[in-house]
């Protein structure tokens, strides 16, 4: 269900070095100099301007992947999509008529509509047609993709998987854009919630532009602003220098490298990429696992890529015993890290060496030799239900001994 905000709007202060305070000037959206093509490329050039990981987290972080794409009901302004597949479809407006508020949801709703029917292969000749005329680059999907962060063999098939489902579903973030999003226009969020077919969300962002007095530099202050969210969604005030985006206040939307951003799946992201990737049986037993493991004191942690089974620290040193992680994937296997934690928090490492070795015995693997809190290798889902029965007690004995060992040294 759509929610919408409280808009207080302040006109914000600059602080100049010395103490000088100013005011900027906001640009109405009335003035003719703001144009609709100034939003576009605003966001095709720096999409984390948008409030986007507060929204929809799997949407984030998101880079350019087209700028006016064609569609049967006209073009997108501007296409997003995020290092785990989830596509962001950008509409700017400039609310200067009713017309226009009256007819962007629909306008937006329909673009979503079309790309539903494209396949991964529509798609992936979109996203080269962009990159050869913006970057004289013949980069499709995956190689765009590396530009956020690095992919393996096997998650390529993940993202594959992941586009062409949320194609299918119409899994996608729309974003109405403008500069003066009024009452009139928040209402017509409901108008989403319509279309049962699409299982998308929506935002509307207004971006309040003001100009800067910098001695004709030109420099622009942009507040991001959600009026209709699904989320609670931190104010955030971003400075533009030329192509430079400068956090002046809030919570930055903005990262200076976006590969240190990897944003975490949702519980309900995680089960819709691995159902369609193991049996049935096995989708019920990693339900079944999260709550076993929930039982047992730990907390389930959801990553990039996989959940992760975790021990808070019993000590209340707030550090996070990493047991177990399984990937979207299906594959299941000790972190790695929990020897390094304990040791960390003044506990015998010894505890994790022996939960590797037991459980890599139980499952018929062995351990590495340079890291023997690590196994061998990976096992899946269905390997781990055979022998299940059995794994439960060694992890709840590695739990309590962890505990027991913290009360002593308490």
């Given at each position: 269900?759509?929610?919408?905000?409280?808009?207080?709007?302040?006109?914000?202060?600059?602080?100049?070095?010395?103490?000088?305070?100013?005011?900027?000037?906001?640009?109405?959206?009335?003035?003719?100099?703001?144009?609709?093509?100034?939003?576009?490329?605003?966001?095709?050039?720096?999409?984390?301007?948008?409030?986007?990981?507060?929204?929809?987290?799997?949407?984030?972080?998101?880079?350019?992947?087209?700028?006016?794409?064609?569609?049967?009901?006209?073009?997108?302004?501007?296409?997003?999509?995020?290092?785990q597949g989830y596509l962001t479809i950008v509409e700017t407006k400039l609310w200067r008529n009713p017309e226009a508020r009256r007819e962007v949801v629909?306008?937006?709703?329909?673009?979503?509509?079309?790309?539903?029917?494209?396949?991964?292969?529509?798609?992936?000749?979109?996203?080269?047609?962009?990159?050869?005329?913006?970057?004289?680059?013949?980069?499709?999907?995956?190689?765009?993709?590396?530009?956020?962060?690095?992919?393996?063999?096997?998650?390529?098939?993940?993202?594959?998987?992941?586009?062409?489902?949320?194609?299918?579903?119409?899994?996608?973030?729309?974003?109405?854009?403008?500069?003066?999003?009024?009452?009139?226009?928040?209402?017509?969020?409901?108008?989403?919630?319509?279309?049962?077919?699409?299982?998308?969300?929506?935002?509307?962002?207004?971006?309040q532009i003001y100009e800067l007095d910098d001695g004709g530099k030109g420099s622009q202050l942009i507040i991001p602003q959600v009026v209709a969210r699904?989320?609670?969604?931190?104010?955030?005030?971003?400075?533009?220098?030329?192509?430079?985006?400068?956090?002046?206040?809030?919570?930055?939307?903005?990262?200076?490298?976006?590969?240190?951003?990897?944003?975490?799946?949702?519980?309900?992201?995680?089960?819709?990429?691995?159902?369609?990737?193991?049996?049935?049986?096995?989708?019920?037993?990693?339900?079944?696992?999260?709550?076993?493991?929930?039982?047992?004191?730990?907390?389930?942690?959801?990553?990039?890529?996989?959940?992760?089974?975790?021990?808070?620290?019993?000590?209340?040193?707030?550090?996070?015993?990493?047991?177990?992680?399984?990937?979207?994937?299906?594959?299941?296997?000790?972190?790695?890290?929990?020897?390094?934690?304990?040791?960390?928090?003044?506990?015998?490492?010894?505890?994790?060496?022996?939960?590797?070795?037991?459980?890599?015995?139980?499952?018929?693997?062995?351990?590495?030799?340079n890291k023997p809190g690590s196994w061998s290798r990976s096992i899946t889902l269905g390997e781990m239900r055979q022998q299940y029965q059995k794994f439960?007690?060694?992890?709840?004995?590695?739990?309590?001994?962890?505990?027991?060992?913290?009360?002593?040294?308490?």
């Amino acid at each position: 269900m759509t929610t919408l905000g409280n808009k207080r709007d302040a006109s914000p202060i600059v602080i100049r070095p010395g103490g000088a305070l100013s005011r900027p000037t906001r640009v109405p959206f009335t003035e003719r100099k703001l144009r609709e093509g100034l939003l576009h490329r605003l966001i095709e050039s720096n999409p984390d301007i948008l409030p986007i990981s507060e929204i929809e987290p799997a949407f984030s972080p998101s880079i350019t992947v087209g700028y006016e794409v064609a569609t049967h009901s006209g073009p997108i302004d501007v296409l997003l999509l995020s290092g785990q597949g989830y596509l962001t479809i950008v509409e700017t407006k400039l609310w200067r008529n009713p017309e226009a508020r009256r007819e962007v949801v629909g306008q937006i709703v329909d673009y979503a509509k079309d790309v539903s029917q494209w396949s991964f292969e529509d798609l992936e000749g979109k996203v080269r047609d962009y990159n050869l005329s913006r970057h004289k680059r013949n980069d499709g999907i995956i190689a765009s993709l590396r530009k956020l962060q690095e992919i393996d063999e096997s998650q390529e098939a993940i993202i594959t998987d992941t586009v062409t489902r949320n194609l299918r579903n119409g899994r996608f973030l729309l974003l109405v854009v403008g500069d003066g999003i009024r009452e009139s226009v928040e209402a017509m969020a409901d108008y989403l919630q319509q279309t049962p077919q699409l299982h998308f969300t929506l935002a509307l962002v207004e971006l309040q532009i003001y100009e800067l007095d910098d001695g004709g530099k030109g420099s622009q202050l942009i507040i991001p602003q959600v009026v209709a969210r699904t989320r609670e969604i931190t104010r955030a005030v971003v400075r533009v220098e030329g192509k430079g985006i400068i956090v002046e206040n809030g919570t930055p939307p903005v990262k200076d490298k976006l590969k240190d951003k990897l944003t975490s799946l949702s519980e309900d992201d995680f089960n819709n990429i691995l159902k369609p990737l193991v049996s049935n049986e096995d989708y019920e037993f990693a339900i079944q696992l999260r709550e076993d493991m929930k039982g047992l004191g730990n907390i389930i942690a959801y990553r990039q890529i996989s959940f992760v089974v975790i021990l808070p620290d019993p000590g209340g040193s707030g550090e996070k015993l990493k047991l177990l992680k399984v990937a979207t994937n299906g594959h299941v296997e000790p972190t790695g890290d929990l020897s390094d934690k304990l040791r960390d928090i003044g506990l015998q490492d010894q505890i994790a060496y022996d939960y590797a070795k037991e459980s890599a015995q139980l499952f018929g693997i062995g351990v590495k030799g340079n890291k023997p809190g690590s196994w061998s290798r990976s096992i899946t889902l269905g390997e781990m239900r055979q022998q299940y029965q059995k794994f439960v007690p060694i992890i709840r004995k590695t739990v309590d001994r962890i505990k027991q060992a913290s009360k002593k040294q308490a």
